[in-house]
């Protein structure tokens, strides 16, 4: 992918030949994460399209550019921003969770059991319905022990079914209000199970349904998706095995192919090894090229954040002057976005405020006057303050009105003044208001 996008390097404009080049190596990437070959082109159809409406963004370069539409693209259809799982706030959360045998629904309800207990200070219960896996039942338990997660278990002589119920009126009993359900899985799909499964649903009216599939199944994960699917209306995607080296095309094509939203993704054996779905993340696993990506990401944001820092330190100091004003409208006006750039400093609420009467066309006129400056009343603004004559000179020499330069003044000032209280917070109040 690597080498496609060099061959594109340097190149003006971006034509159909360019893109197809691209979309080529893509589309090998792709199929190597094992998506399905459908989902692919059907997925590099739509690219082609919208890649070749795209302007070339300043600072990349066609290859990029395409990368950059192809990853945005991954990332809408693996979901625009991560759904959490339907939780409610009062009363009992029934989740159930279903799959094939071995595909991580025991560890996967362990985990989410450990995962809401501690982020929405619920209080879990397990129910051990699958009576067909050797031991299963016994797993179940011993991984509620050492979570201190209550289990519900009535051996492996009793039906599904019946556990079920009685787990329900359990839960409701001690006053558990996140109850997950571990089902059977078998190594295929059969009739047998998706009747018990339905069964199952049907008397637990569950508030998730969450399909687990293992990332490493590739190419099989569709097919499985698809037929759970059609007896159960899945809510939620449960991926596991993130840890392995498996790209997780799996992800993509379900998502495809069933709509289904991917909702947790679980990523070792240990039980804290579990996070809500992301689908930035996955979208730059499965497009595999780390390099690439990391190369945008600089190109887009990095390398300004670095001189954004090192320019907010500059501001904290005391004696923050025209030199420094002329400095930050440059970096300003060659990002293009002023929004960006606040974006990137701390404490941008007053000084969002500030700025956003200023235009484009106004920092050059306000250009103007700081360079009728001289040298030394750029370093030293009081010399302007106190000074009449030199205020009057400065707006000749600019072409500009009195009234500017004092507007200019009262804006330096404003600024040393939310820099010295930037200065003075501490980091948790700085962390704070970035986040406004
Ligand atoms: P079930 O049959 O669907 O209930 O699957 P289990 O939860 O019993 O998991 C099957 C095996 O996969 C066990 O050995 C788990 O430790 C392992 N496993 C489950 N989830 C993960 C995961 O995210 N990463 C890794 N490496 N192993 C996992
Ligand atoms: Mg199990």
Redesign the pocket.
């Known amino acids: 992918l690597q080498m496609g996008l060099r061959r594109l390097t340097g190149k003006g404009k971006l034509d159909e030949k360019d893109i197809d080049d691209m979309l080529r190596e893509v589309r090998l990437s792709l199929l190597e994460a094992d998506v399905n070959y459908k989902v692919v082109k059907k997925f590099l159809a739509d690219i082609k399209e919208k890649a070749l409406g795209e302007e070339i963004l300043k600072g990349l370069n066609p290859g990029q550019q395409v990368v950059k539409v192809v990853r945005e693209e991954l990332k809408k259809t693996l979901g625009d921003e991560a759904v959490d799982l339907n939780i409610k706030e009062h009363g009992t959360t029934i989740v159930m969770a279903v799959?094939l045998?071995?595909?991580?629904?025991?560890?996967?309800v362990g985990k989410m059991a450990l995962f809401y207990r501690k982020k929405l200070k619920k209080k879990p219960m397990l129910i051990a319905a699958d009576i067909y896996?050797p031991a299963a039942v016994d797993?179940l338990v011993t991984l509620g022990k050492s979570i201190n997660v209550p289990v519900f278990e009535m051996g492996t002589k009793v039906s599904a079914e019946k556990i079920v119920t009685e787990g329900l009126k359990k839960a409701r009993e001690e006053g558990c209000d996140l109850v997950f359900i571990?089902t059977a899985?078998r190594l295929q799909i059969n009739e047998e199970l998706m009747q018990e499964l339905k069964n199952v649903k049907e008397i637990a009216n569950p508030d998730e349904i969450l399909l687990?599939v293992d990332a490493m199944a590739g190419q099989d994960a569709v097919n499985v998706a698809l037929s759970f699917h059609k007896d159960l209306d899945i809510t939620g995607i449960i991926l596991?095995?993130?840890?392995?080296d498996t790209r997780g095309g799996a992800a993509l094509s379900i998502k495809e192919m069933t709509g289904i939203p991917i909702k947790i993704m679980?990523?070792?054996?240990k039980l804290d090894?579990m996070e809500i779905f992301y689908p930035d993340r996955l979208a730059d696993r499965i497009l595999g090229m780390g390099d690439v990506l990391t190369l945008i990401d600089t190109v887009q944001e990095n390398i300004n954040e670095e001189e954004m820092k090192q320019m907010a330190e500059e501001m904290m100091k005391n004696n923050f002057n025209y030199n420094d004003l002329l400095k930050q409208f440059k970096m300003i006006k060659r990002m293009g976005s002023i929004s960006k750039l606040l974006g990137f400093l701390p404490g941008m609420g007053q000084m969002k405020q500030a700025m956003s009467q200023v235009d484009d066309k106004a920092f050059d006129k306000i250009e103007a006057i700081i360079y009728s400056m001289t040298e030394k009343e750029r370093c030293h603004p009081e010399l302007i303050d106190k000074d009449f004559k030199r205020r009057d000179r400065i707006a000749k020499g600019s072409g500009r009105s009195i009234q500017e330069v004092n507007r200019l003044r009262t804006m330096l000032e404003q600024m040393k003044k939310t820099m010295k209280q930037m200065k003075n917070m501490d980091e948790d109040d700085a962390k704070r208001m970035s986040q406004q």
């Open positions: 799959g045998q071995g595909a991580g629904k025991t560890t996967a896996r797993q571990d899985g687990t596991t095995k993130l840890d392995g679980s990523t070792g054996e090894a």
